[in-house]
């Protein structure tokens, strides 16, 4: 690597800045929001890598993905003035011609080239895709686990903020806010599987979606993560349909309990 990510961090800092507009107050909220998220799941990958006892180059290769994991979200804001893959383009494959037209690259030797773009275009897909060769699988299965770890956060934040009236609709993704669960999404979590972003149709939906993650964690870091902090607890807390709220609560806890 001819870089390191101080440096990186530094460049990223002063691009994001480069998209907040005066007196624009939703856009600079959303452009911090995944600034912020970005910054918190570097370090995310950083701590998971040192857990798998890495090398200290690998740790900084965890982190430089961690830092740009989520770099296609600015243009897809700007450009989309959403956040939603579905109704624009996928923020992963956005981010990966983005550093490219950032002249990244030459940064990287070309195996790491490889394996940041991989992890990339990997990190938002509802399953890392087949086949890939054991180092990009575990930079994949890394940043998947580091992003999941900071996302139980906002959310549960913003589901705090929503019961107080404070709504974004960026992060809403355009699903209708009435208490109720759609049958599939349910059956799903019960089997669990990972749930479909194409499936949802309601907030509870999404809680829903974001709750299965727990079927789609990689390592025992973050699964501890998880059982040691309250976001799942408190996502699930806030599905209002209270019948099937507590059938998802029992089986995420027994989930949880017996995967180690
Ligand atoms: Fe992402």
Redesign the pocket.
């Known amino acids: 690597m001819q870089t390191n990510l101080n440096k990186e961090k530094a460049f990223f800092i002063e691009y994001t800045d480069s998209f907040l507009e005066k007196g624009n107050s939703t856009l600079n909220e959303n452009i911090n929001l995944k600034k912020a998220h970005s910054l918190r799941v570097t370090d995310h990958a950083i701590k998971l890598a040192k857990s798998l006892k890495l090398d200290a180059h690998s740790v900084e290769l965890a982190g430089i993905i961690g830092l740009y ?2 770099i ?2 600015f243009t897809q804001y700007r450009d989309y003035h959403t956040f939603s893959d579905k109704d624009s383009i996928y ?2 494959d956005l ?1 990966i011609k983005v550093l490219q037209d950032l002249q990244k690259p030459m940064l990287f030797s070309s195996t790491e080239w490889k394996i940041i773009l991989t992890a990339i275009h990997n ?2 897909l509802p399953k890392i895709e087949p086949n890939l060769n054991e180092e990009a699988l575990l930079f994949s299965k890394i940043i998947r686990d580091a ?1 999941k770890m900071d996302i139980f956060y906002i959310v549960d934040a913003y589901y705090k903020s929503m019961l107080k009236g404070k709504r974004n609709v960026a992060l809403e993704l355009g699903l209708k806010n009435e208490d109720k669960l759609s049958e599939g999404v349910f059956k799903s979590f019960m089997n669990e599987e990972i749930i479909l972003k194409s499936d949802m149709q309601f907030i509870n939906d999404f809680k829903v979606l974001q709750a299965a993650w727990i079927f789609d964690l990689n390592f025992e870091y973050t699964k501890h993560y998880i059982r040691e902090t309250d976001y799942l607890q408190s996502i699930i807390s806030q599905i209002t349909v209270p019948d099937k709220r507590a059938l998802i609560k029992v089986k995420a806890e027994n989930y949880l309990a017996s995967s180690h």
Request: charged fraction near 30%.
């Open positions: 994991h989520d296609g979200r923020h992963g981010g990190h938002g992003d």
